[in-house]
């Protein structure tokens, strides 16, 4: 570290950029080595909320706009300094739930089974969006409540991919793949994540804080996205 | 349905059993099947508590005998009708932790990892009984307060066994394997799970809350122990 130091015109960023170019050129041309094109990132989505402009404004006041507190990993998503109160049917109330930005065309709420569980609300697992036959809740802001009909769901477990990863797994969006955690007395698979790709997206894995907790994320020493591949074996 | 009411002598179980009986002695002799000796549970263990008699008197007063609210599916074991409440070092609390019985020697409090960030408790992996380099806790009753310096863990995955089941499965106490929950988008696969093997043991698996919520245990289809076993592909 010191000697890096002593030498700022080269940052670990760079050296890594060079050690892959020379990589890449050497390999490349010997036809035998593809290099993972991004790093794995694996992150929890806690509950969240998204909500349509209509519902923002009913819930905070008219013309109001969702302020960022925190960007996400993906370019242009945030999480907002807003949060709601989700009701349940049973009056049982989560108090502050973050929303998530930019607005959406309709209104989601995005919960872990726990938390479904303490509201009362059977979750059914969704690709986010897919709203049918779902239930719906009350939101409570300081301006107003919307009463959603549908929308709150488990998000199905999903990984986002650019066209530089599909291409590297050799996988198609809507396609799925598993994810194994490895981590000490917790190491899982977790099967069928579905692959949502789009240009400007990066590798990034999306768990629900049930999951995350499962395979313990946060002390995990490794991830690995695996194609699942019949291979006589009784790992499916 | 209808048909089976109007042959009350013949019962699901009692077909069941002489299907099995003929199977057995029928390819038994031929030696070609081995039927599985015992139907595989996978129940959740939501938090918990063990009390030693003397923590029992602190906290409930002198002369306290645990009562039954609910045996457990292993004989001899159950959940009681007391509760405490856990208390962390922010003093965050769970107000009503159930308390297994009967009495241990050693007290322990037993927490999924969604219990611990709620706590404020840093919860390390530990086998039942292996209070080595724990964290404690406060456990408060109607008559008395315990102050725990260590016990307080997230319980390692495991499978309890009988002789039967060892015997099938081709495993040995203390070896690990992998069990997989089939469940419509949920399916899991939790690796490691340690086998506790026991004289009068039934084939018993123990998940904790985020492990069963994670793969919607609740809905799943399916469940299956896989023996860990080095078959040259990618699924460890």
Wanted: charged share 25%.
């Amino acid at each position: 570290m010191t000697q890096l130091a002593a030498h700022p015109a080269y940052d670990r960023r760079d050296v890594e950029r060079v050690v892959r170019d020379v990589l890449v050129r050497h390999f490349a041309s010997a036809g035998s080595l593809r290099l993972k094109p991004n790093p794995l990132v694996v992150n929890i989505s806690a509950r969240h909320v998204h909500l349509s402009p209509e519902h923002l404004e009913t819930l905070f006041g008219k013309g109001s706009q969702l302020e960022v507190q925190k960007d996400l990993y993906q370019d242009g998503f945030f999480a907002a300094k807003q949060t709601v109160a989700v009701v349940g049917p049973r009056r049982k109330i989560l108090p502050e739930v973050r929303v998530l930005g930019p607005c959406r065309g309709a209104s989601q709420v995005e919960l872990a089974f726990t938390d479904g569980i303490s509201l009362g609300i059977d979750l059914p697992v969704r690709c986010s969006g897919d709203h049918h036959d779902t239930p719906g809740c009350v939101l409570v802001g300081p301006k107003g409540v919307v009463e959603l009909t549908a929308g709150v769901i488990r998000a199905e477990r999903h990984v986002h991919m650019g066209p530089a990863d599909l291409e590297y797994y050799g996988v198609a969006d809507g396609q799925r793949m598993h994810l194994r955690i490895e981590s000490q007395g917790c190491t899982t698979i977790f099967e069928d994540l579905l692959i949502r790709a789009g240009k400007n997206i990066k590798l990034e894995v999306h768990l629900d804080t049930d999951e995350g907790n499962a395979a313990n994320l946060e002390r995990a020493t490794g991830v690995e996205l695996v194609k699942p591949e019949p291979c006589g074996c009784r790992h499916k």
